[in-house]
């Protein structure tokens, strides 16, 4: 059906942003003399006016910014930058006023914890100075609709970014990959570069304001710790489980070697970045081809020719994915969400089609956006989206400043350790798998190195997205060395190269969503560890004896009222106390992760012996 926006529901839109922005210059959320020591009473008042009126503008705003990427035109860029101005100037006003509460003695920890959330919580902070905050959010607005446009071209045809990145996966031409990739970094990438430089400029003068050193120290200020001491916890998971990857990436390159010969992948050295079935070497799940063992390398079985042979479609895949959470005893979602959500890529626009879980109410107006398609990829996307679906809706009873996850890396785990279950018991379950094609014992290596195609490729990436920021907001990385910090730290990190000479006439960071999207990248880095001991611990309640890789939990509704626990604390007490909650463990830790993956890490190193591993 085609959708439009209507000239009632933008007058509805500017009358409510009008009521906002009146609000917004009334007098500060707070009656306390600037002159007088603030009290926790005051504190508490003011707390209890900056939730609601945060609450009460974030429904509108959410259904602006909804309608911006599931409909972008230059009619609803103007509205998500309109609302993204009174949002952006709401929250540095309130966030200033948290900063000046945060003295007061005898402040409860709930309140403390509170005033902590509000000082940190914004992603991109304006500074005072008048049409700031406006040309913050004409920047951001502007930076993630040119990444919703974006084309790049295959055999010289234009094609969209979604379409690109499916035949990223399937392609196997090295000219080809080298076209898609260079025609996509350089035609979404390179235009956004003066945009960006000025869009860091702004907010960290926003950042210095509300007392931090740049917008970088700012998101790790919001994990319960210190900003370095986050920093420090990262490195430190990083190089508990560098050593699997390190292992991959040598079997991974010698493969890529043998099928494309030493023009275009030499033995040694890092890897050519369009070679890995993604359009930024990610995730390398789609080249399993390429890298299957002989034997135990075919495990039966395609996912995605079993959801075409099976006649799935896009809303038959999140029907699916709903079903494995009501398997759990959780609620079915509610009808409006399947009236609402954009499941397919509408024909009649232009939309942002990387796949995002909305709630748009912080009550049951919840939604996902995606341009589905069948294949396995999207189905176990499916099963991460609705994690954050299903974990908004856990924590809706919470007051506003706790309505997120007990830190952004537990948002994107709950999905992830879903899908870990997504195993060939599990597909049976579903009617997808006939019982005789479950793979045996002895193709366990091929199950692991699928799944280690994904999982263990994406650590570095997962890290490196925001050391990179993190640099530019601290100014360790110059406006004049953008790309050249981008593509050392991706050699550094996951020792990979662009297929072509890249210059500081590029800007390549801006080619990936989360960059223009100024989606912090961090918690992808947590997720990908948390999510392991998420599922171990779900395994563990579930009783499962056998390899923890084949341990499907699809059906156990003991583990689902221990996740509903969980998730029904949000962001109401640190992430340690809601680790404890599911886990038994207060401690982030890769041991779960290199659980699941030892018989896969035992086989890698007799495979790599007598390579010269590294990069």
């Not at 008042?45 to 911006?68: G, M, S, T």
């Not at 609803?76 to 966030?95: C, H, K, N, P, W």
């Not at 809303?315 to 759990?328: D, P, Q």
């Not at 340690?576 to 909650?581: E, F, G, H, Y």
Request: proline letters at 6%; charged letters at 20%.
């Amino acid at each position: 059906m085609k959708a439009t926006v209507s000239a009632f529901a933008i007058a509805i839109m500017i009358a409510a942003g009008s009521a906002a922005i009146a609000q917004s210059k009334k007098t500060p959320a707070t009656t306390a003399a600037p002159q007088a020591a603030p009290t926790a009473a005051e504190a508490q008042a003011f707390l209890a006016r900056a939730e609601k009126e945060l609450a009460d503008f974030n429904v509108i705003n959410a259904r602006a910014q909804w309608v911006n990427n599931t409909y972008i035109n230059d009619d609803t860029d103007a509205l998500a930058a309109y609302f993204g101005t009174i949002s952006t100037e709401m929250q540095v006003r309130l966030a200033s006023e948290a900063a000046r509460y945060q003295k007061a003695p005898g402040l409860s920890a709930e309140a403390r914890r509170k005033l902590d959330i509000l000082r940190g919580g914004i992603i991109l902070p304006a500074p005072s100075a008048p049409g700031a905050a406006t040309e913050l959010n004409d920047i951001a607005t502007r930076l993630n609709s040119a990444y919703g446009k974006g084309r790049g071209t295959l055999g010289g045809k234009v094609m969209t970014g979604d379409d690109l990145e499916e035949k990223m996966g399937t392609v196997r031409d090295p000219a080809q990959l080298k076209e898609m990739w260079t025609s996509w970094h350089d035609n979404v990438g390179a235009p956004m570069r003066s945009d960006y430089a000025r869009m860091v400029t702004i907010a960290n003068e926003g950042a210095r304001e509300l007392g931090f050193g740049d917008v970088g120290a700012m998101w790790r200020s919001s994990y319960d710790m210190p900003p370095d001491e986050f920093a420090a916890l990262t490195d430190r998971l990083w190089a508990q489980v560098k050593p699997l990857y390190d292992q991959l990436h040598c079997y991974t390159r010698a493969k890529l070697n043998q099928k494309y010969g030493a023009q275009v992948q030499p033995a040694a050295g890092p890897i050519r970045a369009d070679l890995l079935g993604n359009m930024w070497a990610q995730e390398w799940g789609n080249i399993y081809d390429v890298v299957a063992p002989a034997g135990a390398g075919d495990i039966g079985y395609d996912l995605t020719e079993l959801l075409v042979a099976r006649k799935y479609d896009p809303v038959r895949m999140v029907r699916t994915g709903e079903g494995f959470y009501t398997s759990l005893g959780l609620a079915p979602l509610p009808e409006t969400f399947w009236q609402r959500s954009m499941i397919t890529r509408p024909r009649d626009r232009e939309v942002i089609c990387h796949a995002s879980a909305w709630d748009i109410d912080a009550k049951d107006d919840l939604r996902i956006k995606m341009c589905t398609k069948v294949n396995a990829d999207d189905f176990v996307t499916i099963h991460h989206e609705l994690g954050h679906n299903y974990y908004q809706r856990a924590y809706a009873g919470q007051s506003h400043l706790h309505q997120n996850g007990a830190n952004d890396g537990f948002h994107e785990a709950i999905g992830d350790f879903v899908a870990l279950s997504v195993t060939p018991d599990y597909l049976v379950r579903l009617g997808l798998l006939d019982r005789s094609q479950v793979p045996p014992a002895d193709r366990d290596i091929g199950l692991l190195l699928r799944q280690a195609m994904d999982k263990v490729a994406f650590l570095p990436f997962g890290l490196l997205i925001d050391k990179w920021r993190w640099g530019v907001f601290s100014g360790s990385i110059p406006t004049s060395g953008y790309n050249k910090a981008w593509n050392d730290l991706r050699l550094q990190y996951q020792g990979i190269i662009p297929p072509v000479p890249r210059s500081e006439a590029q800007f390549d960071p801006g080619a990936k969503y989360h960059i223009p999207g100024n989606t912090p990248y961090a918690r992808y880095f947590l997720a990908r560890v948390l999510q392991f001991q998420f599922y171990k611990a779900a395994c563990d309640q579930a009783g499962w004896k056998g390899p923890l890789h084949r341990c499907s939990f699809y059906g156990n509704t003991e583990v689902g009222k221990r996740l509903e626990a969980m998730l029904a604390m949000g962001a109401s007490k640190p992430w340690p106390d809601a680790l404890k909650v599911f886990t038994g463990s207060r401690e982030m830790s890769g041991d779960a992760l290199l659980e699941y993956f030892r018989p896969l890490s035992t086989w890698l190193q007799q495979q790599n012996k007598g390579r010269r591993c590294g990069w």
